[in-house]
């Protein structure tokens, strides 16, 4: 009988007791304190809707479909994008506890924001995703690291949208030299073949999730690779998206 108690005392006490803000350290019950969930996470940022790169105030153009220039001369093969806010500090920190730290509990807030705010821009169930997938990890990282920071947001974010998850849906075939060693076009020959499905696609709109984009090769390879094989639209989810130079 203990024994089956156990995980559900665990779970109770996880909710009851207070952690430490992953900023500040400061006792609160949710990954961030409420001082730097405003300080920080509260930014009004205005980005395109395509890639999700923030703009400059005096472009915003009083619609809803806005896409910077670089989406409108050479459109990339994703439909949409979603972040929460750019890849600078002290919200970097988040990303590397995440993905180094198996600070797990910041994957989760990541996912209720990101569904929060996929919620306030679609407001027909219809518009959201029929599968989401997480952006792949090589066999051996994954070994590495004994999880996919990628997968622990699509779950929950899955959940929170009342859509499918799917972690098998799209393998990496190819054991890519780490993106963050590379420049743009370095990055995208380095993802260009890297992936394949596993499961029919045909007609269905897919979101991906991600920690983070940087140049967006990767997700632009697997926007490729799906709309190969007939997705219908691909929308990415992701935390953190670092601003074009």
């Known amino acids: 009988m203990a024994r089956d108690l156990h995980p559900l005392s665990s779970r109770v006490l996880q909710v009851a007791l207070p952690?430490?803000?992953?900023?500040?350290?400061?006792?609160s019950h949710n990954a961030l304190c409420d001082g730097c969930d405003d300080a920080y996470w509260n930014e009004p940022r205005l980005r395109c809707t395509v890639c999700a790169v923030p703009l400059a105030a005096s472009r915003w153009a009083a619609r809803a479909h806005y896409r910077c220039a670089d989406c409108?001369?050479?459109?990339?093969?994703?439909?949409?994008?979603?972040?929460?806010?750019?890849?600078?500090?002290?919200?970097?920190?988040?990303?590397v506890g995440l993905k180094f730290?198996?600070?797990?509990?910041?994957?989760?807030?990541f996912a209720q924001r990101l569904a929060r705010l996929a919620q306030d821009?679609?407001?027909?169930?219809?518009?959201?995703?029929?599968?989401?997938?997480?952006?792949?990890?090589?066999?051996?990282?994954?070994v590495e690291r004994g999880y996919n920071q990628a997968w622990q947001i699509a779950k929950p974010l899955?959940?929170?949208?009342?859509?499918?998850?799917?972690?098998?849906?799209?393998?990496?075939?190819?054991?890519?030299?780490p993106q963050s060693r590379l420049d743009?076009?370095?990055?995208?020959?380095?993802?260009?073949?890297?992936?394949?499905?596993?499961?029919?696609?045909?007609g269905l709109h897919i979101g991906i999730v991600d920690d983070v984009m940087t140049s967006g090769a990767t997700l632009?390879?697997?926007?490729?690779?799906?709309?190969?094989?007939?997705?219908?639209?691909?929308?990415?989810?992701?935390?953190?998206?670092?601003?074009?130079?």
């Open 19 to 27: 952690n430490l803000c992953a900023l500040c350290g400061n006792l």
């Open 72 to 95: 409108v001369t050479a459109p990339p093969p994703f439909d949409a994008s979603f972040a929460l806010a750019d890849y600078r500090a002290p919200l970097d920190t988040l990303a």
């Open 101 to 109: 730290r198996a600070r797990l509990r910041l994957a989760r807030d």
């Open 121 to 142: 821009s679609w407001r027909e169930p219809r518009e959201w995703p029929d599968v989401i997938a997480p952006v792949p990890l090589a066999q051996r990282r994954l």
């Open 158 to 177: 899955a959940r929170a949208l009342g859509v499918r998850s799917d972690a098998t849906l799209i393998a990496r075939t190819l054991d890519t030299a």
């Open 184 to 202: 743009l076009d370095a990055r995208r020959r380095n993802v260009g073949r890297a992936f394949r499905l596993a499961h029919p696609v045909r």
């Open 220 to 245: 632009e390879a697997l926007a490729h690779t799906l709309k190969a094989a007939g997705a219908r639209r691909v929308t990415n989810f992701v935390a953190l998206r670092t601003p074009k130079n």
